[in-house]
Nanobody, 126 residues
């Protein structure tokens, strides 16, 4: 099995920055065969894609509306992917998910992803 889990959420000031992490683990996995997507969901709204990375090729793609303040990168650990968020705005204070796909897919669509993390919540601090 393949599992992913997010971390790095929490309190952030408006205009601040935050880096979220996605760690993949499970049964023997070829990390470079994994595609990682980042998604977010506000309460009462549908889930929306942010961007993705193919660990095999290093290809990174962003949803058009998300380009600018979001940066996806691969960590030093083979199974780690980051999402850097800059200039936090109110619409960014939502639940963030990462998802993994065994075929190293990189897509903004949620459908192809095999495994989803439980999410990590980002909220504003006063």
């Amino acid at each position: 099995q393949l599992w992913v889990v997010e971390s790095g959420g929490g309190l952030v000031h408006p205009g601040g920055s935050l880096r979220l992490s996605c760690e993949a683990s499970g049964t023997v996995v070829d990390v470079y065969a994994i595609g990682i997507g980042w998604f977010r969901q506000a309460q009462g709204k549908e889930r929306e894609g942010i961007g993705c990375i193919s660990l095999r090729s290093g290809y990174i793609s962003y949803v058009d509306s998300m380009e600018g303040r979001f940066t996806i990168s691969r960590g030093n650990a083979k199974n780690t992917v980051y999402l850097q968020i800059e200039d936090m705005k109110s619409e960014d204070t939502v639940l963030y998910y990462c998802a993994a796909e065994n075929a190293s897919v990189c897509t903004s669509s949620a459908a192809p992803y095999d495994s989803w993390g439980p999410g990590t919540l980002v909220t504003f601090s006063a």
